[in-house]
């Protein structure tokens, strides 16, 4: 299959995978916890399937509080050691670095722009180079791949979903940040 939406809608693929396009790829995001999960979830399938990743949603939502910024922003060497030892997640030490230090990184941000949210849209609109940049300056564990998903998967660079798709026009109806700089 060439993208994700002929993938993710044919009959070979795990059910999972049509509820994550249908309900949540390329929908615009505005939630802090739930952009901070996004972006966990693209870090943690790096070197990995997507489909692992997604099996293991309910799993990392458990272990990571709801992906609750303030609350993985707080964890200390106990929460490393508990999610290190959970064999329903990813237990690779420098994906688990990477949650907690990013959550304290979107703490910091929300000085200057109120949230991570706030971040991303006083960014918008740049390539994705230009992003890959901002990325790797302000986190950890960013590379161009995870960037380019996270911030196709929540609305920021387009390609989510091809034109024919049917959930494109869903998508299209809430204005992502993407459509908004026009383009297409």
């Known amino acids: 299959m060439s993208t ?33 999960e996004r972006l966990m979830l693209e870090i943690n399938q790096a070197g990995l399937s997507w489909d692992t990743v997604l099996r293991k949603l309910d799993n990392f939502r458990r272990a990571y509080d709801g992906f609750a910024v303030d609350v993985v922003a707080a964890y200390g060497e106990a929460d490393r050691a508990r999610l290190l030892a959970d064999p329903g997640i990813v237990r690779n030490r420098l994906k688990v670095n990477a949650a907690i230090e990013n959550a304290r990184r979107i703490v910091a941000l929300r000085a200057d722009y109120g949230s991570f949210a706030g971040w991303l849209e006083a960014h918008h609109p740049l390539s994705k180079d230009e992003w890959v940049k901002l990325f790797r300056r302000t986190f950890v564990f960013t590379g161009g791949e995870i960037v380019n998903e996270f911030l196709m998967s929540t609305g920021y660079l387009p390609g989510a979903h091809h034109e024919r798709c049917p959930i494109f026009e869903c998508v299209a109806a809430l204005q992502p940040a993407w459509m908004r700089a026009g383009r297409r």
Do not use: N, Q, T
């Not at 044919?10 to 739930?34: C, K, L, N, Q, T």
């Open 4 to 36: 994700y939406c002929e993938y993710a809608l044919s009959p070979r693929a795990h059910p999972i995978h049509r509820w994550y396009h249908d309900h949540e790829h390329g929908f615009p995001v505005h939630d802090d916890d739930r952009l901070f």
